[in-house]
C-alpha cells in the first residue's frame, strides 16, 4: 500500500509505524490528514487505537485496513470510505482518497460559515431541523450507532461509564469484542456528526463518555420549558396551549423499541394528556364543542385504549346532537375492546347509553 500511495500526486506519507505507541506519540506532532489503519495488530485493537487518534486530533480521518472482508462489513459495518481490503487495489484506493478529499472541502467550508441553527426532535423519531433545510432524518450507518446516539442525547449532558454502555447495548458479547464494537460505533457517530458540521460532539470523560450539545436546542427540553411557563387557561391564552399540544409530534421516540426510554416515554406522554385534558374542559366549559371534539380526537389518537377519551367524544356528540356519531364511537369502543382485551365496556358507559336508547334504539349493533 505504502508504494501505492507514493505513486498518487498529492500524497505525501509523513510517517509509518508499527508501533501503536510510538506512533499516538508522535502524530500530534505530525498532524496527517488521514491515518490508514491495520484492524488485527499484535497487541492492541486497530479500532481502540482509532479512538485514542480521534481524540489527539478530531478531525483526522482513519481508514481501516483488513483482510477480511465480513470482518470489516459484518462487524464494523462501515462504508467504502472507512475500510479498504487487503490486497489493497490503487484504484480502490484512489476512490477512498478523492472521497476523503471532498469531505475535506465540504467540513472547510461549514467550518468558514459556522454551524447553522440546529435542534434535535425526539417527539415520535430522532432528527434534525437545520436552519433553511427543514425537518432531515440522519443516515445512520448502523442501527445500533443510531440507537447509542439517541440514548447519549437522553442522557445528554451526563458522562456514561463504557461498562454500562456495554451491559446496555452488547450485553452477550464477550468483552473484548465488545468494546471493540463499543469504539468502531462511537467513532461512526463521531464521523457522522463531523460530516453533518452542526456543533455536537462526543467527548470522553474519564472512563466513559459525555455528549455535548454546543448550544443545540432540543424539541423535547423547549416543550417542557414552554409547558412550564404557560399562562392559566383564558380566551388570550388559549392559542398558545394549542399550539403546545400540536408540537407533540409522536411519543419520545415512538418509532423506535427503544427499552431505557420507556420511562420518559410515559412522563412526557402523561404531562401532554394532562395538560391537553385541562384545555379540553375549559372548551366544554366554554361550549367550544367543535374545538373540544378535534382536541380529544387528537387525544386517541395516542391513547386509543383509553376508554374515558371515548366515553367523553360519546357525550360531546351526544351533546351537539349528533347521534350517527355517538353511535360510531360506541361501536368503535365496544370492537376494540372485544378484540383487544377480550372485554366489553364499562359498566357506566353502557348505562349512559341504555338511558339513552330511546333516541338510539335500532342504532346500536346488538341492542
Given at each position: ?114 454551524p447553522p441553527q440546529t435542534r434535535i426532535h425526539c417527539f415520535q423519531s430522532l432528527q434534525i431541523e437545520v436552519a433553511g433545510d427543514g425537518l432531515q ?146 372548551l366544554v366549559g366554554e361550549r367550544e364543542y367543535p374545538k373540544a371534539i378535534a382536541l380529544y380526537l387528537r387525544l386517541l389518537q395516542f391513547l386509543p385504549?383509553?376508554?374515558?377519551l371515548h366515553f367523553t367524544l360519546m357525550q360531546l356528540y351526544d351533546t351537539v346532537g349528533d347521534r350517527e356519531a355517538v353511535t360510531l364511537q360506541y ?37
Amino acid at each position: 500500500m505504502e508504494k501505492i500511495l507514493d505513486g498518487i500526486e498529492g500524497i505525501a506519507i509523513v510517517g509509518r509505524y508499527q508501533d501503536s505507541v510510538k506512533a499516538l506519540h508522535d502524530i500530534p506532532n505530525l498532524r496527517p490528514d488521514v491515518v490508514f489503519l491495520d484492524v488485527e495488530m499484535p497487541e492492541r485493537d486497530g479500532i481502540e487505537i482509532a479512538e485514542e487518534i480521534s481524540l489527539l486530533l478530531p478531525d483526522i480521518d482513519i481508514v481501516f485496513v483488513t483482510a477480511y472482508e465480513e470482518y470489516a462489513v459484518k462487524a464494523f459495518e462501515l462504508d467504502a470510505l472507512d475500510y479498504v481490503l487487503k490486497p489493497v487495489q490503487r484504484e480502490r484506493l484512489q476512490k477512498t482518497l478523492k472521497r476523503l478529499q471532498k469531505e475535506k472541502e465540504w467540513m472547510a467550508e461549514e467550518k468558514r460559515t459556522g454551524p447553522p441553527q440546529t435542534r434535535i426532535h425526539c417527539f415520535q423519531s430522532l432528527q434534525i431541523e437545520v436552519a433553511g433545510d427543514g425537518l432531515q432524518t440522519i443516515r445512520w450507518r448502523t442501527a445500533k450507532a443510531q440507537e447509542l446516539f439517541a440514548f447519549l442525547i437522553h442522557r445528554r449532558g451526563k458522562p456514561v461509564r463504557k461498562d454500562y454502555l456495554l451491559e446496555l447495548f452488547w450485553t452477550d458479547m464477550e468483552w473484548k469484542k465488545g468494546y471493540s464494537l463499543l469504539y468502531t460505533t462511537v467513532y461512526q457517530i463521531r464521523k457522522t456528526l463531523e460530516r453533518l458540521g452542526i456543533g455536537l460532539k462526543i467527548t470522553n470523560h474519564e472512563d466513559g463518555y459525555l455528549l455535548e450539545l454546543g448550544g443545540i436546542s432540543l424539541d423535547v427540553e423547549e416543550w417542557e420549558s414552554q409547558l412550564r411557563s404557560l399562562p392559566p387557561i383564558s380566551e388570550d391564552s388559549l392559542s398558545k396551549h394549542m399550539e403546545l399540544i400540536e408540537q407533540y409530534r409522536g411519543d419520545y421516540f415512538a418509532e423506535y423499541d427503544y427499552l431505557w426510554a420507556e420511562s420518559e416515554r410515559q412522563r412526557l406522554r402523561a404531562d401532554w394528556y394532562d395538560h391537553a385534558m385541562q384545555v379540553g374542559r375549559y372548551l366544554v366549559g366554554e361550549r367550544e364543542y367543535p374545538k373540544a371534539i378535534a382536541l380529544y380526537l387528537r387525544l386517541l389518537q395516542f391513547l386509543p385504549h383509553l376508554e374515558e377519551l371515548h366515553f367523553t367524544l360519546m357525550q360531546l356528540y351526544d351533546t351537539v346532537g349528533d347521534r350517527e356519531a355517538v353511535t360510531l364511537q360506541y361501536n368503535q369502543l365496544r370492537n376494540m375492546l372485544q378484540e383487544d382485551f377480550d372485554m366489553d365496556p364499562r359498566p357506566d358507559i353502557t348505562e349512559w347509553l341504555q338511558k339513552r336508547k330511546h333516541v338510539y334504539r335500532g342504532e346500536i349493533d346488538g341492542n
